[in-house]
């Protein structure tokens, strides 16, 4: 959640809308202030309470562009609607107004329009953003691009800044190189940060996923403490000490932190978390528990075929090759020309069962459609070093 929601600032601001519904007609609310309510009641997994707020926003304000801006992004996030969030982006009167160009933007993206979203930016860029607005117009640009893991745009658009001093800046260059590997150089510029500002939140939890991806694990862990440190309700903290917790072997203690993440987003798609949770449970031999958890997995998830191969590669990775299998070969026959997950477990559940014609099938899926997914769960049965292509002409069975 974000520390501004703990400040003493917000929690007058919460007083007073409260008083406001209560019918104290003294109070007043700008429509700024009333979406930061909206934006605070989703935080904690209030939709109705946002929604409401925001729809009172739109009331008093009808020519304001926070509040619907908010509720085309919760259509768009939580609904999973982007014809709806694009319906209500269009009722914004400021087209002009940079928060609707990339609201826009952000739909595009979010349909899979990445290049159409980036061409619709840069036209802006052209013809509509004043002389001293173009420099944060980049940086916001980039960022919008980047937290949608689109790291190519992101990339570009940096490169045009010149603000290269700005902390946001610096920021989003050490999330490009941690998204290329470039993980010390990502850690230097975070740490730098930090010994400017030692209680961002944001700087600890990006140098504890560094840390942790360059499996330094302790590091990691503790960087995530010194970030719930500063807000224990900091989600994105909690789940990166969970994972650091997890990969060293300390499940119980995991458990408790996935579990509190999990309480953290209880309006959030947590399936990938409640597979780690029934991971864990099938490692302690607690099957029942594991298959309640994996269900609830499936109940939540958003998509549900990614969420059983995920499953799958669970029961796989616990010795349940015979359950593993079942779920593989009931949902991949059957999954789009695009589709490049699960392949190779699916070709090893074979390998396993002894089916040799089946995994010859499903060995040359997975070759053709996820090279390094078959160097991760066949490379064992090859000579070392064996490129993927080899492994259609080897006789391992």
């Not at 594991?290 to 990614?306: P, R, T, V």
Request: proline share 3%; charged share 30%; glycine share 4%.
């Amino acid at each position: 959640m974000d520390i501004y929601y703990h400040s003493d600032k917000f929690k007058q601001l919460l007083r007073r809308y409260e008083a406001l519904q209560e019918g104290n007609i003294s109070e007043f609310l700008d429509p700024e202030e009333l979406t930061d309510v909206a934006e605070y009641y989703h935080s904690v997994g209030e939709e109705n309470k946002a929604i409401e707020a925001a729809d009172y926003a739109v009331r008093m304000y009808p020519t304001a562009t926070a509040p619907l801006a908010f509720k085309s992004r919760m259509a768009l996030l939580i609904d999973n609607n982007p014809q709806l969030a694009d319906e209500i982006a269009e009722t914004i009167i400021d087209k002009s107004d940079l928060d609707y160009l990339y609201l826009k933007a952000e739909i595009m993206i979010a349909e899979n329009k990445v290049s159409a979203a980036d061409i619709f930016l840069q036209t802006q860029y052209d013809e509509t953003i004043a002389t001293e607005d173009r420099e944060d117009y980049i940086l916001d640009v980039a960022v919008l691009f980047a937290d949608y893991e689109e790291t190519d745009y992101a990339e570009k658009w940096l490169k045009r800044s010149t603000m290269t001093d700005d902390n946001d800046y610096k920021e989003l260059h050490a999330r490009i190189l941690k998204s290329h590997g470039r993980y010390e150089e990502s850690e230097s510029i975070f740490n730098e940060l930090l010994d400017s500002n030692p209680y961002s939140g944001p700087y600890w939890n990006q140098l504890a996923q560094n840390q942790f991806l360059r499996n330094d694990i302790q590091d990691s862990i503790t960087s995530s403490e010194y970030s719930i440190a500063i807000n224990p309700d900091d989600d994105e903290a909690i789940l990166n000490k969970a994972n650091g917790l997890f990969t060293l072997g300390n499940y119980e203690e995991s458990l408790k932190y996935y579990e509190r993440y999990k309480q953290l987003c209880h309006n959030q798609d947590t399936s990938v978390i409640d597979v780690t949770i029934g991971h864990i449970h099938l490692m302690q031999g607690h099957a029942a528990e594991a298959q309640q958890c994996y269900q609830q997995a499936l109940s939540e998830s958003k998509d549900k075929s990614l969420t059983l191969i995920h499953i799958g590669i669970s029961a796989f990775d616990n010795g349940y090759v015979e359950y593993a299998y079942r779920i593989f070969i009931s949902l991949l026959p059957e999954m789009d020309d695009d589709w490049d997950i699960g392949f190779a477990y699916l070709a090893r559940c074979c390998y396993e069962l002894k089916k040799e014609k089946e995994y010859r099938t499903y060995l040359q899926k997975a070759v053709e459609r996820n090279p390094e997914e078959c160097i991760e769960v066949l490379s064992d049965l090859y000579p070392e070093g064996a490129n993927p292509q080899d492994y259609l002409t080897a006789n391992v069975l």
